[in-house]
T-cell receptor, first 113, second 112 residues
Framework: EAGVAQSPRYKIIEKRQSVAFWCNPI?????LYWYQQILGQGPKLLIQ????????DSQLPKDRFSAERLKGVDSTLKIQPAKLEDSAVYLC???????????FGSGTRLTVV | GDSVTQMEGPVTLSEEAFLTINCTYT??????LFWYVQYPGEGLQLLLK?????DKGSNKGFEATYRKETTSFHLEKGSVQVSDSAVYFC???????????FGGGTRVLVKP
């Protein structure tokens, strides 16, 4: 089966600019997650979707980050405006039922200068 | 809240050496436990998992046993190869919420 697709792979922007990341999960996977992985740290959950509804966004900085999952399939994560500390790898993952582990995409590496 | 603590790296080994990466967790209830591996430039891949106490997960020569009494899930491999060089993450999953909580990761470097 095809894996979790993410784009772009790399993005460099200046602070205060906006950026968007895209994720296409494995077909049929109801649960989708966005994680932020800062260099040298473990991934931190930003937001969790079940179909097209938000289950948990308690760690999402809502003043600058937003995410949506249209029609319960693809998802986009947006940052506006970006700060230097947003430099990280943004990982998307999907799961059939939330149990047994997830499948991760290759991530988008964001550098804010 | 739930948390996972891993030994800090980097861990540098020679080929064919024995590898142990310690992992302990704090959580209420009975979480499932996982080890993920991240090779350079790649995403996270599931290495092994255990869903209840005393379960042993194994894959590619790696093993980890779910020890409820010590809240641990240490990763071991008897003879490492250069290709095992990667960052290893321990994680827990609570049934309620269905979200993974990760440790900080341990970088392993295997030298020929």
């Amino acid at each position: 089966e095809a894996g979790v697709a993410q784009s772009p792979r790399y993005k460099i922007i200046e602070k205060r600019q906006s950026v968007a990341f895209w994720c296409n999960p494995i077909s049929g996977h109801a649960t989708l997650y966005w994680y932020q992985q800062i260099l040298g740290q473990g991934p931190k959950l930003l937001i969790q979707f079940q179909n097209n509804g938000v289950v948990d966004d308690s760690q999402l900085p809502k003043d600058r980050f937003s995410a949506e999952r249209l029609k319960g399939v693809d998802s986009t994560l947006k940052i506006q405006p970006a700060k230097l500390e947003d430099s990280a790898v943004y990982l998307c993952a999907s799961s059939l039922d939330g149990r047994g582990g997830y499948t991760f995409g290759s991530g988008t590496r964001l550098t804010v200068v | 809240g739930d948390s996972v603590t891993q030994m800090e790296g980097p861990v540098t080994l020679s080929e064919e050496a024995f590898l142990t990466i310690n992992c302990t967790y704090t959580a209420t209830g009975y979480p499932s436990l996982f080890w993920y591996v991240q090779y350079p430039g790649e995403g996270l891949q599931l290495l092994l998992k255990a869903t209840k106490a005393d379960d042993k997960g194994s894959n590619k020569g790696f093993e980890a046993t779910y020890r409820k009494e010590t809240t641990s899930f240490h990763l071991e491999k008897g003879s490492v190869q250069v290709s095992d060089s990667a960052v290893y993450f321990c994680a827990l999953l609570k049934a309620a919420g269905n979200k993974l909580t990760f440790g900080g990761g341990t970088r392993v470097l295997v030298k020929p």
